[in-house]
């Protein structure tokens, strides 16, 4: 029988630490994991292997090593508190609350979040109903729609811009 000290210090190593999983659940799909299917939890997710189905979890980690080819929600894809993090490779939409595709990260099927900071590949386009940030290592296909923007020097978007507080962001599906 496990005891309560070693599951609070099991749930703080795990990968995000408390940042990521705070005291929700934990499920990780391991890299030589894959999986054909939905996958869904209402706890926390890290794909370190392949999942061929869409996902809808609380968060969502996508390791460098991790591919979803599928539509992926994080929460209800609203709420900023409901994240993706995304280093792998995502072959479908996503939508979260807030959406980080780090470098070496891609999305092709777009982003849609409240807040998303771009360092990878997007193809697809990207909505951001508060705050989008495109650092100098992004490249966006498609057309980018944003309340506010900040592009850093060398982040590209091949696509048009709109921006300003009157827009329509779609909600989630």
């Not at 292997?49 to 991790?66: K, M, Y």
Request: hydrophobic share 35%.
């Amino acid at each position: 029988m496990r005891s309560k000290a070693r599951d609070d210090q099991d749930r703080a190593e795990r990968p995000g630490g408390e940042g990521t999983a705070g005291t929700e659940d934990l499920s990780i799909i391991s890299s030589d994991m894959s999986i054909r299917g939905a996958c869904t939890t209402r706890g926390h997710l890290r794909i370190e292997g392949r999942i061929t189905g869409n996902v809808a979890a609380q968060g969502v980690e996508l390791a460098p090593s991790g591919e979803v080819d599928g539509d992926v929600v994080a929460g209800d894809g609203t709420q900023q508190t409901n994240a993706f993090v995304i280093g792998g490779t995502v072959s479908g939409v996503v939508r979260a609350g807030r959406v980080e595709v780090r470098r070496g990260g891609s999305v092709s099927g777009g982003v849609v979040a409240d807040e998303a900071v771009i360092h990878g590949r997007v193809s697809g386009g990207v909505q951001a109903r508060t705050r989008l940030a495109l650092e100098e290592s992004a490249e966006v296909e498609g057309d980018v729609l944003a309340r506010r923007l900040a592009l850093k020097e060398g982040g590209r978007v091949n696509g048009n811009i709109r921006m300003g507080d009157d827009l329509q962001i779609d909600g989630p599906e």
